[in-house]
T-cell receptor
Framework: GIQVEQSPPDLILQEGANSTLRCNFSDSVNNLQWFHQNPWGQLINLFYIPSGTKQNGRLSATTVATERYSLLYISSSQTTDSGVYFCAVDGAGANSKLTFGKGITLSVRP | NAGVMQNPRHLVRRRGQEARLRCSPMKGHSHVYWYRQLPEEGLKFMVYLQKENIIDESGMPKERFSAEFPKEGPSILRIQQVVRGDSAAYFC????????????FGSGTQLSVL
């Protein structure tokens, strides 16, 4: 099946700093989503982005499907951005089930 | 418009007991997906259901686990004769159509097996 690799595995930031989170995938995808899991375990859908670039406030994401990677940018980070960020993909013919990466643990310090 | 609702939020069972986890999809959604998350890991797909049909159960363990999504009522994930290794967070997600765009998750059920 499709492989999803996220990097770096852990990230510590000072409040106000910017960061880039990376997701590499091993095959063509129909669907790519970024999720934030907060410290209480809730999964929040950030972006549906199989290709192109999207922005939502301080967050933006870019997927280059031909090169099989996606980037999540966090600008002016806040302590509430802490948590785990997951990239999940739906490979071609995968019957709509998402394969998740292992996540990137982000800690934003005040 | 309520989101995906899961209950209970926390479930404690002793080894050998049964666990029933419930998921009510978002209004207007007829596709339900169950995922399991072990500590320090990402989510693993278990099963994909539509009303009264199991579409893909390739991620379900062959024994003790079953899922249903009846015509009326919530989707149920059932684990019989639980073992300690079943302890995990179980998440449900729903979508309006097959070929999902955004997937919306419930808050999860944390199952602890003593």
């Amino acid at each position: 099946g499709i492989q999803v690799e996220q990097s770096p595995p852990d990230l510590i930031l000072q409040e106000g700093a910017n960061s880039t989170l990376r997701c590499n995938f091993s095959d063509s995808v129909n669907n790519l989503q970024w999720f934030h899991q907060n410290p209480w375990g809730q999964l929040i859908n950030l972006f549906y982005i199989p290709s192109g670039t999207k922005q939502n406030g301080r967050l933006s994401a870019t997927t280059v499907a031909t090169e099989r990677y996606s980037l999540l940018y966090i600008s002016s980070s806040q302590t509430t951005d802490s948590g785990v960020y997951f990239c999940a993909v739906d490979g071609a013919g995968a019957n709509s089930k998402l394969t998740f990466g292992k996540g990137i643990t982000l800690s934003v310090r005040p | 418009n309520a989101g995906v609702m899961q209950n209970p939020r926390h479930l404690v069972r002793r080894r050998g007991q049964e666990a029933r986890l419930r998921c009510s999809p978002m209004k207007g959604h007829s596709h339900v997906y169950w995922y399991r998350q072990l500590p320090e890991e990402g989510l693993k797909f278990m099963v994909y259901l539509q009303k009264e049909n199991i579409i893909d159960e390739s991620g379900m363990p062959k024994e003790r686990f079953s899922a249903e999504f009846p015509k009326e009522g919530p989707s149920i994930l059932r684990i019989q004769q639980v073992v300690r290794g079943d302890s995990a967070a179980y998440f449900c997600a729903s979508s309006r159509d097959r070929g999902i765009e955004k997937l919306f998750f419930g808050s999860g059920t944390q199952l602890s097996v003593l």
